[in-house]
């Protein structure tokens, strides 16, 4: 039968309705104003101005300077930790699965803007709760999971011998990123991190790694 006189099924993209989009556009314009001057420093006025929208939609939107700064704290963890979830692991030797994670996860945060944004919530969060639990949630916690979920499933295939799989998972990811980080957050520039200085770092927490839970 030919496609004259039926009608084919075809798949649209998704329309994203016009409120929501603006909402995405002041929200990106926020975080950009949040990373220049600070989380006190930041008005909704300020924002208003740069986004070219009044102080009545950002209350709207976001119903407070602290809602605006949640909303771009969640949105910002879920591009650092994008693409970091089980499912997107590759499958095969669990030395190159870890090393690719590794490499992915600390390379993603070297980049300026996630330390700059680490910065602000250590010292807001004193101040916010909130701010730190919605970023520990949508980011750490949920690749501590994604790399729990992928050491427990390694375990039951005889390929790796975590018998407690998120404790394995900590020490795995506290590898590869605490001492870093650390540095990254309060000894800025006191070193300079080259490709392959980054390679050695990743080789060698995988390596102590499977020292420990090889099978």
Do not use: W
Not at 5 to 29: L, T, W
């Amino acid at each position: 039968m030919s496609t004259e006189g039926r009608q084919v099924a075809v798949s649209q993209p998704r329309r994203i309705p016009r409120g929501e989009k603006r909402r995405e556009e002041i929200a990106a314009v926020a975080e950009r104003v949040f990373l220049e001057l600070g989380f006190t420093e930041t008005t909704m006025q300020i924002v208003a101005s740069r986004a070219g929208a009044s102080k009545e939609t950002l209350y709207r939107h976001f119903g407070s300077k602290e809602g605006l700064f949640s909303e771009v704290v969640r949105t910002k963890a879920e591009r650092i930790y994008a693409g970091l979830e089980d499912e997107s692991l590759p499958r095969g030797n669990p030395g190159e699965v870890l090393k690719q994670l590794g490499l992915n996860l600390l390379g993603k945060l070297l980049y300026d803007d996630p330390i700059c944004l680490f910065r602000m919530l250590v010292a807001e969060t004193p101040r916010t709760p909130e701010l730190g639990r919605i970023f520990f949630e949508q980011g750490p916690a949920q690749v501590l999971r994604h790399v729990s979920t992928y050491l427990e499933r390694a375990t039951d295939q005889g390929i790796l011998n975590c018998p407690e799989p998120e404790l394995a998972a900590r020490l795995f990811l506290g590898a590869v990123v605490g001492n870093r980080h650390i540095m990254l957050l309060v000894a800025p520039g006191a070193e300079t991190l080259t490709e392959e200085k980054i390679q050695r770092h990743v080789d060698a927490a995988v390596a102590m790694f499977l020292a420990r839970y090889a099978p």
